[in-house]
């Protein structure tokens, strides 16, 4: 914490100090976020999507459902916004179990 001495006129008659400590806190930014997109292809199973958004983002099976067809019917879909260590590691892990699964299914990451 930073510490300010303000001085409201100095003394007063019984020669007794008057200053004022204001304390200020600096300002701290908020990290950036980070939107976590799930891209669409022809090849990943429907079921897959929605098992990928329930398991790793936490969505129930309706919510899981009306993604994957967002992201089938229009491409692209935000699945979640996080801080950028969190959706680094959402991307890694939904990439690897694709991979570990053969299919194609992409999942990236862009600023808010």
Do not use: W
Request: aromatic share 8%; with cysteine.
């Amino acid at each position: 914490m930073i510490q300010h001495r303000v001085t409201m006129a100095g003394k007063n008659d019984d020669d007794q100090d008057t200053s004022v400590v204001v304390e200020t806190r600096p300002k701290t930014k908020r990290p950036p976020l980070y939107k976590v997109l799930l891209l669409n292809d022809d090849y990943t199973p429907m079921e897959f999507v929605v098992a990928v958004l329930e398991r790793f983002f936490g969505m129930s099976h309706a919510q899981a459902f009306d993604i994957m067809l967002t992201v089938h019917q229009k491409g692209v879909a935000v699945v979640g916004v996080f801080s950028h260590e969190i959706a680094e590691t959402k991307v890694a892990q939904v990439m690897d179990f694709a991979r570990q699964h053969q299919h194609p299914l992409q999942c990236t990451m862009e600023k808010e």
